[in-house]
């Protein structure tokens, strides 16, 4: 098994260019994250689908876009990269939705983004 | 106020010694707890989930104490590979958000 694979592991971006994280999994998982990680702030949720078909806003949305293309896949859309949004990126899945929230999360091995 | 709070450090500490961590979390709602290890440039990794009636797992022991709203993480005869950050992890369940704390820097010298 793969598990979680983003995709890309590296970008530079130039202020104002767009680009889209792209991560999926083939754990059969419900629910699908993307979190941001920055020094000294730990790992902040951007957005999460808690099921195929829906999507909400974590703690920082704010500049960014997904979508949850299907089971496998939930993808992350920078429109307008700002250089605010140079970090690591890192989508996460686990078999559960809310009710089920007593499982493991497996997270990708990140997307190193600098937006310059 | 963070939903999820750690002592970031970095803590220091000898081979050999005994070292715990706390988390507070804010929502008393919070149904799940887990601690997971991030070692640097890697992606964070399930250390051991975290029972009302407390766990151990070797060297590790988790508790939980809901009335007073935190989680802890007790690392005994500390090794050098033990250096990582852990973070604390909170999941709601009417909502599915999974929230992390900043991570807690362990550092163990020889």
């Known amino acids: 098994n793969a598990g979680v694979t983003q995709t890309p592991k590296f970008q530079v971006l130039k202020t104002g260019q767009s680009m889209t994280l792209q991560c999926a999994q083939d754990?059969?998982?419900?629910?699908m994250y993307w979190y941001r990680q920055d020094p000294g702030m730990g790992l902040r949720l951007i957005y999460y689908?808690?099921?195929?078909?829906?999507?909400d806003k974590g703690e920082v949305p704010n500049g960014y876009n997904v979508s949850r293309l299907n089971k496998r896949e939930f993808s992350l859309r920078l429109e307008s990269a700002a250089p605010s949004q140079t970090s690591v990126y890192f989508c996460?899945?686990?078999?559960?939705?809310?009710?089920?929230?007593?499982?493991?999360?497996?997270f990708g091995e990140g997307s190193w983004l600098t937006v310059v | 106020r963070k939903e999820v709070e750690q002592d970031p450090g970095p803590f220091n500490v000898p081979e050999g010694a005994t070292v715990a961590f706390n988390c507070t979390y804010s929502?008393?709602?919070?149904?799940?707890f887990f601690w997971y290890r991030q070692d640097c440039r890697k992606e964070p990794k399930l250390l051991m989930s975290?029972?009302?009636s407390g766990n151990e797992d070797g060297r590790f022991t988790a508790q939980l104490n809901r009335a007073s709203q935190y989680i802890s993480l007790l690392i005994r005869d500390s090794k050098l590979s033990d250096s990582a950050t852990y973070l604390c992890?909170?999941?709601?369940?009417?909502?599915?958000?999974?929230?992390f704390g900043q991570g807690t820097t362990l550092q163990v010298k020889p």
């Open positions: 996460a899945s686990r078999i559960g939705t809310g009710e089920f929230s007593g499982n493991t999360i497996y």
């Open positions: 754990m059969n998982h419900n629910s």
């Open positions: 689908s808690a099921s195929e078909g829906t999507t």
């Open positions: 929502n008393s709602a919070s149904q799940s």
């Open positions: 975290v029972y009302s």
């Open positions: 992890v909170v999941t709601q369940s009417n909502t599915g958000k999974l929230i």
